[in-house]
């Protein structure tokens, strides 16, 4: 009995030297002379109310007894031990209690329905004018007002609308009014394929090799790839096909495209772009000829050139296919992306400032007509961007309040506001909450005393978990999770970004750096999905993905204290193969965010 009781304490030493909170646990168990235990309990309004009377500061007792929530002015982590010690008067060295509160407050009744409006985006056919310029330009200007233009767009293009009815409309506009030059050396785009969502009127055709081309999208941009690297450099070729393309009735057409190409090492007979005049559904049996690209890009990089027009004169009045021919040998595997392809006629140039997208709130007036509502206003880009940080993500957060921003942008856009003067805005709010992350909020504003007030502040429900050490309870911020598909994904995307494309799949779900993937939600260590040049083991490159990918891009905001706490991160993961099963990790933050560094405190463990 004596062996197995000194085996239990050994043990417990180990697991403790592990915590995250291992100098508190250590005070706990030197204290330890009363009854301990671990308690669940959420805050009831009497609660707040007890809470507020227990503080000194009389402005915090004054907003959490009316409020009934925290805020980071008034912190959960220093208002709620104090009530613990009250409400658990007998518990001693080594409790803890997880405490369920609002942080903030659910959005009031009468904001919710202006935070899921409906929305209309002005299609390109809508931009009209008796001049034809808004035609032409397909945007809005201060010389083309969209107060003026949008109005008789809704008319038309919504139904069944009643008085007080709100709506979210999308459109383009510049700040500079555009001029048209007829004469001016451009070229119009008759046909085009962006790659939006698919390979759209292309197809594919493999001759040889298992890798396809595929629809790829990063940073905003959607495009065609073709890789030919899979675990090491494969031999392929494979062609990207367009449909037929009846070039009767021009005068001049010239193809254009805009790609990228990287680890091409020179070999460039490898990237070809074909025309035929007889295929129909094999590129072997077709006859092709190459045409000559003006522009290429580097061939070490992801950077997109445009190819340059390529003139398809010689085939006016014929019916062509073009395709962009890749080909990869066991030495050398490029990759080749196409974003976009078009066919252009000579025609006009527009000169004035490329147009941004803005929404605004639009009411319909019991006079029947479309009107901009004077009382709401929502936060588009340019918005965002004004403000300085906000304009990252183009979103509030935790770390960037929007009450901290949105009273400077309300006295710039409305500087003639009077006394009393509301505004509801509608703006987007990054939570942090896995699965939901950004989410739409909306929040009244009054104007007094010469400047502009929030009437309220954003936040949900929390679980914070506080300990009783050294004779006082103390909050604890560790924060633990277990990971789920989107986290993998966000390991998936840093690699495409900071180690390149190469080391991801085509499905763009697995990487084969770290080894992680968001489609089986799990670190596959079977050999060659993962870099054995880089990582001396398998422990080492999912420390890696954890530590320098995953917590930087979940928690970009994070910090290294709470209220004198350092702040740690346990994160619970699968695997598959050599071994498999679920393992759990811990870091610290020892460098606050924006761009915040998390050290390793425990290594990998099996559960």
């Not at 899921?116 to 002005?122: A, N, S, V």
């Amino acid at each position: 009995m004596k062996r197995l009781l000194y085996f239990i304490t050994i043990m417990a030493l180990i697991i403790t030297s592990c915590e995250p909170m291992a100098e508190i646990y250590d005070e706990m168990e030197a204290n330890d002379t009363g009854y301990s235990s671990s308690v669940e309990y959420t805050l009831t309004e009497d609660d707040y109310v007890a809470i507020a009377d227990l503080t000194t500061n009389s402005d915090a007792a004054s907003f959490i007894e009316s409020k009934m929530y925290f805020t980071d002015d008034y912190p959960a982590a220093d208002l709620i031990p104090a009530f613990l010690a009250q409400l658990y008067p007998a518990l001693s060295e080594g409790s803890s209690v997880m405490v369920t509160y609002k942080y903030n407050n659910e959005i009031p009744d009468d904001l919710t329905d202006y935070t899921d409006l409906d929305g209309y985006t002005i299609a390109e056919d809508e931009y009209q004018s008796a001049d034809d310029i808004l035609q032409v330009v397909k945007y809005y200007s201060p010389g083309y007002s969209p107060e003026i233009y949008i109005p008789a767009v809704l008319a038309e293009g919504v139904a069944d609308a009643s008085p007080e009815d709100l709506l979210v409309v999308e459109y383009k506009y510049s700040d500079v009014t555009p001029e048209v030059d007829m004469e001016g050396d451009a070229y119009v785009p008759f046909w085009e394929e962006g790659f939006d969502a698919d390979l759209g009127t292309f197809t594919q055709q493999s001759v040889t090799g298992d890798q396809l081309w595929v629809q790829a999208s990063y940073g905003g941009d959607d495009y065609a790839k073709m890789s030919g690297y899979a675990s090491g450099a494969q031999e392929n070729e494979d062609w990207l096909v367009s449909g037929s393309m009846d070039l009767s009735g021009y005068d001049e057409v010239y193809l254009a495209f805009r790609h990228a190409a990287n680890y091409v090492g020179g070999e460039w007979d490898l990237l070809s772009v074909m025309i035929s005049t007889d295929y129909t559904d094999d590129v072997t049996t077709a006859t092709w000829s190459e045409l000559t690209v003006p522009v290429l890009p580097a061939g070490n990089n992801w950077v997109f050139v445009e190819s340059g027009n390529i003139d398809l004169s010689s085939y006016i009045g014929e019916t062509v296919n073009i395709a962009f021919k890749f080909m990869s040998t066991t030495d050398v595997a490029a990759t080749w992306e196409i974003d976009w392809v078009q066919l252009r006629e000579p025609g006009f140039q527009i000169l004035g400032k490329d147009p941004e997208t803005l929404k605004t709130v639009y009411e319909y007036k019991s006079s029947g007509k479309w009107m901009v509502s004077e009382d709401v206003y929502i936060v588009t880009g340019p918005d965002y961007n004004a403000m300085g940080a906000p304009g990252k993500y183009d979103n509030f957060s935790a770390s960037d309040l929007p009450y901290d921003y949105i009273p400077a942008l309300l006295s710039a856009r409305y500087p003639l506001a009077g006394e009393g003067s509301e505004k509801v805005v509608i703006y987007r709010y990054y939570t942090g909450v896995t699965g939901v992350y950004t989410i739409t909020l909306a929040d009244r504003y009054l104007f007094s005393d010469g400047e502009w007030h929030s009437t309220y502040q954003y936040v949900g429900e929390m679980t914070s978990q506080f300990l009783f050490s050294n004779g006082e309870w103390v909050f604890d911020p560790t924060v633990v999770f277990e990971m789920g598909s989107a986290d993998y994904q966000l390991i998936v995307d840093w690699v495409e970004t900071n180690i390149g494309s190469e080391m991801v799949d085509s499905y763009g779900t697995q990487e084969f750096y770290h080894a992680a993937g968001s489609y089986y939600s799990n670190f596959d260590l079977r050999p060659g999905k993962w870099d054995e040049t880089v990582f001396d083991s398998w422990q080492d490159a999912v420390t890696a993905a954890i530590g320098n990918a995953l917590l930087p891009s979940k928690f970009p905001n994070a910090v290294a204290q709470v209220s004198g706490i350092d702040v740690y991160y346990t994160v619970t993961f699968a695997t598959y193969g050599g071994p498999s099963g679920k393992f759990s990790v811990t870091f610290q933050c020892t460098k606050s965010g924006p761009n915040p560094e998390f050290t390793l405190v425990t290594p990998i463990a099996a559960l």
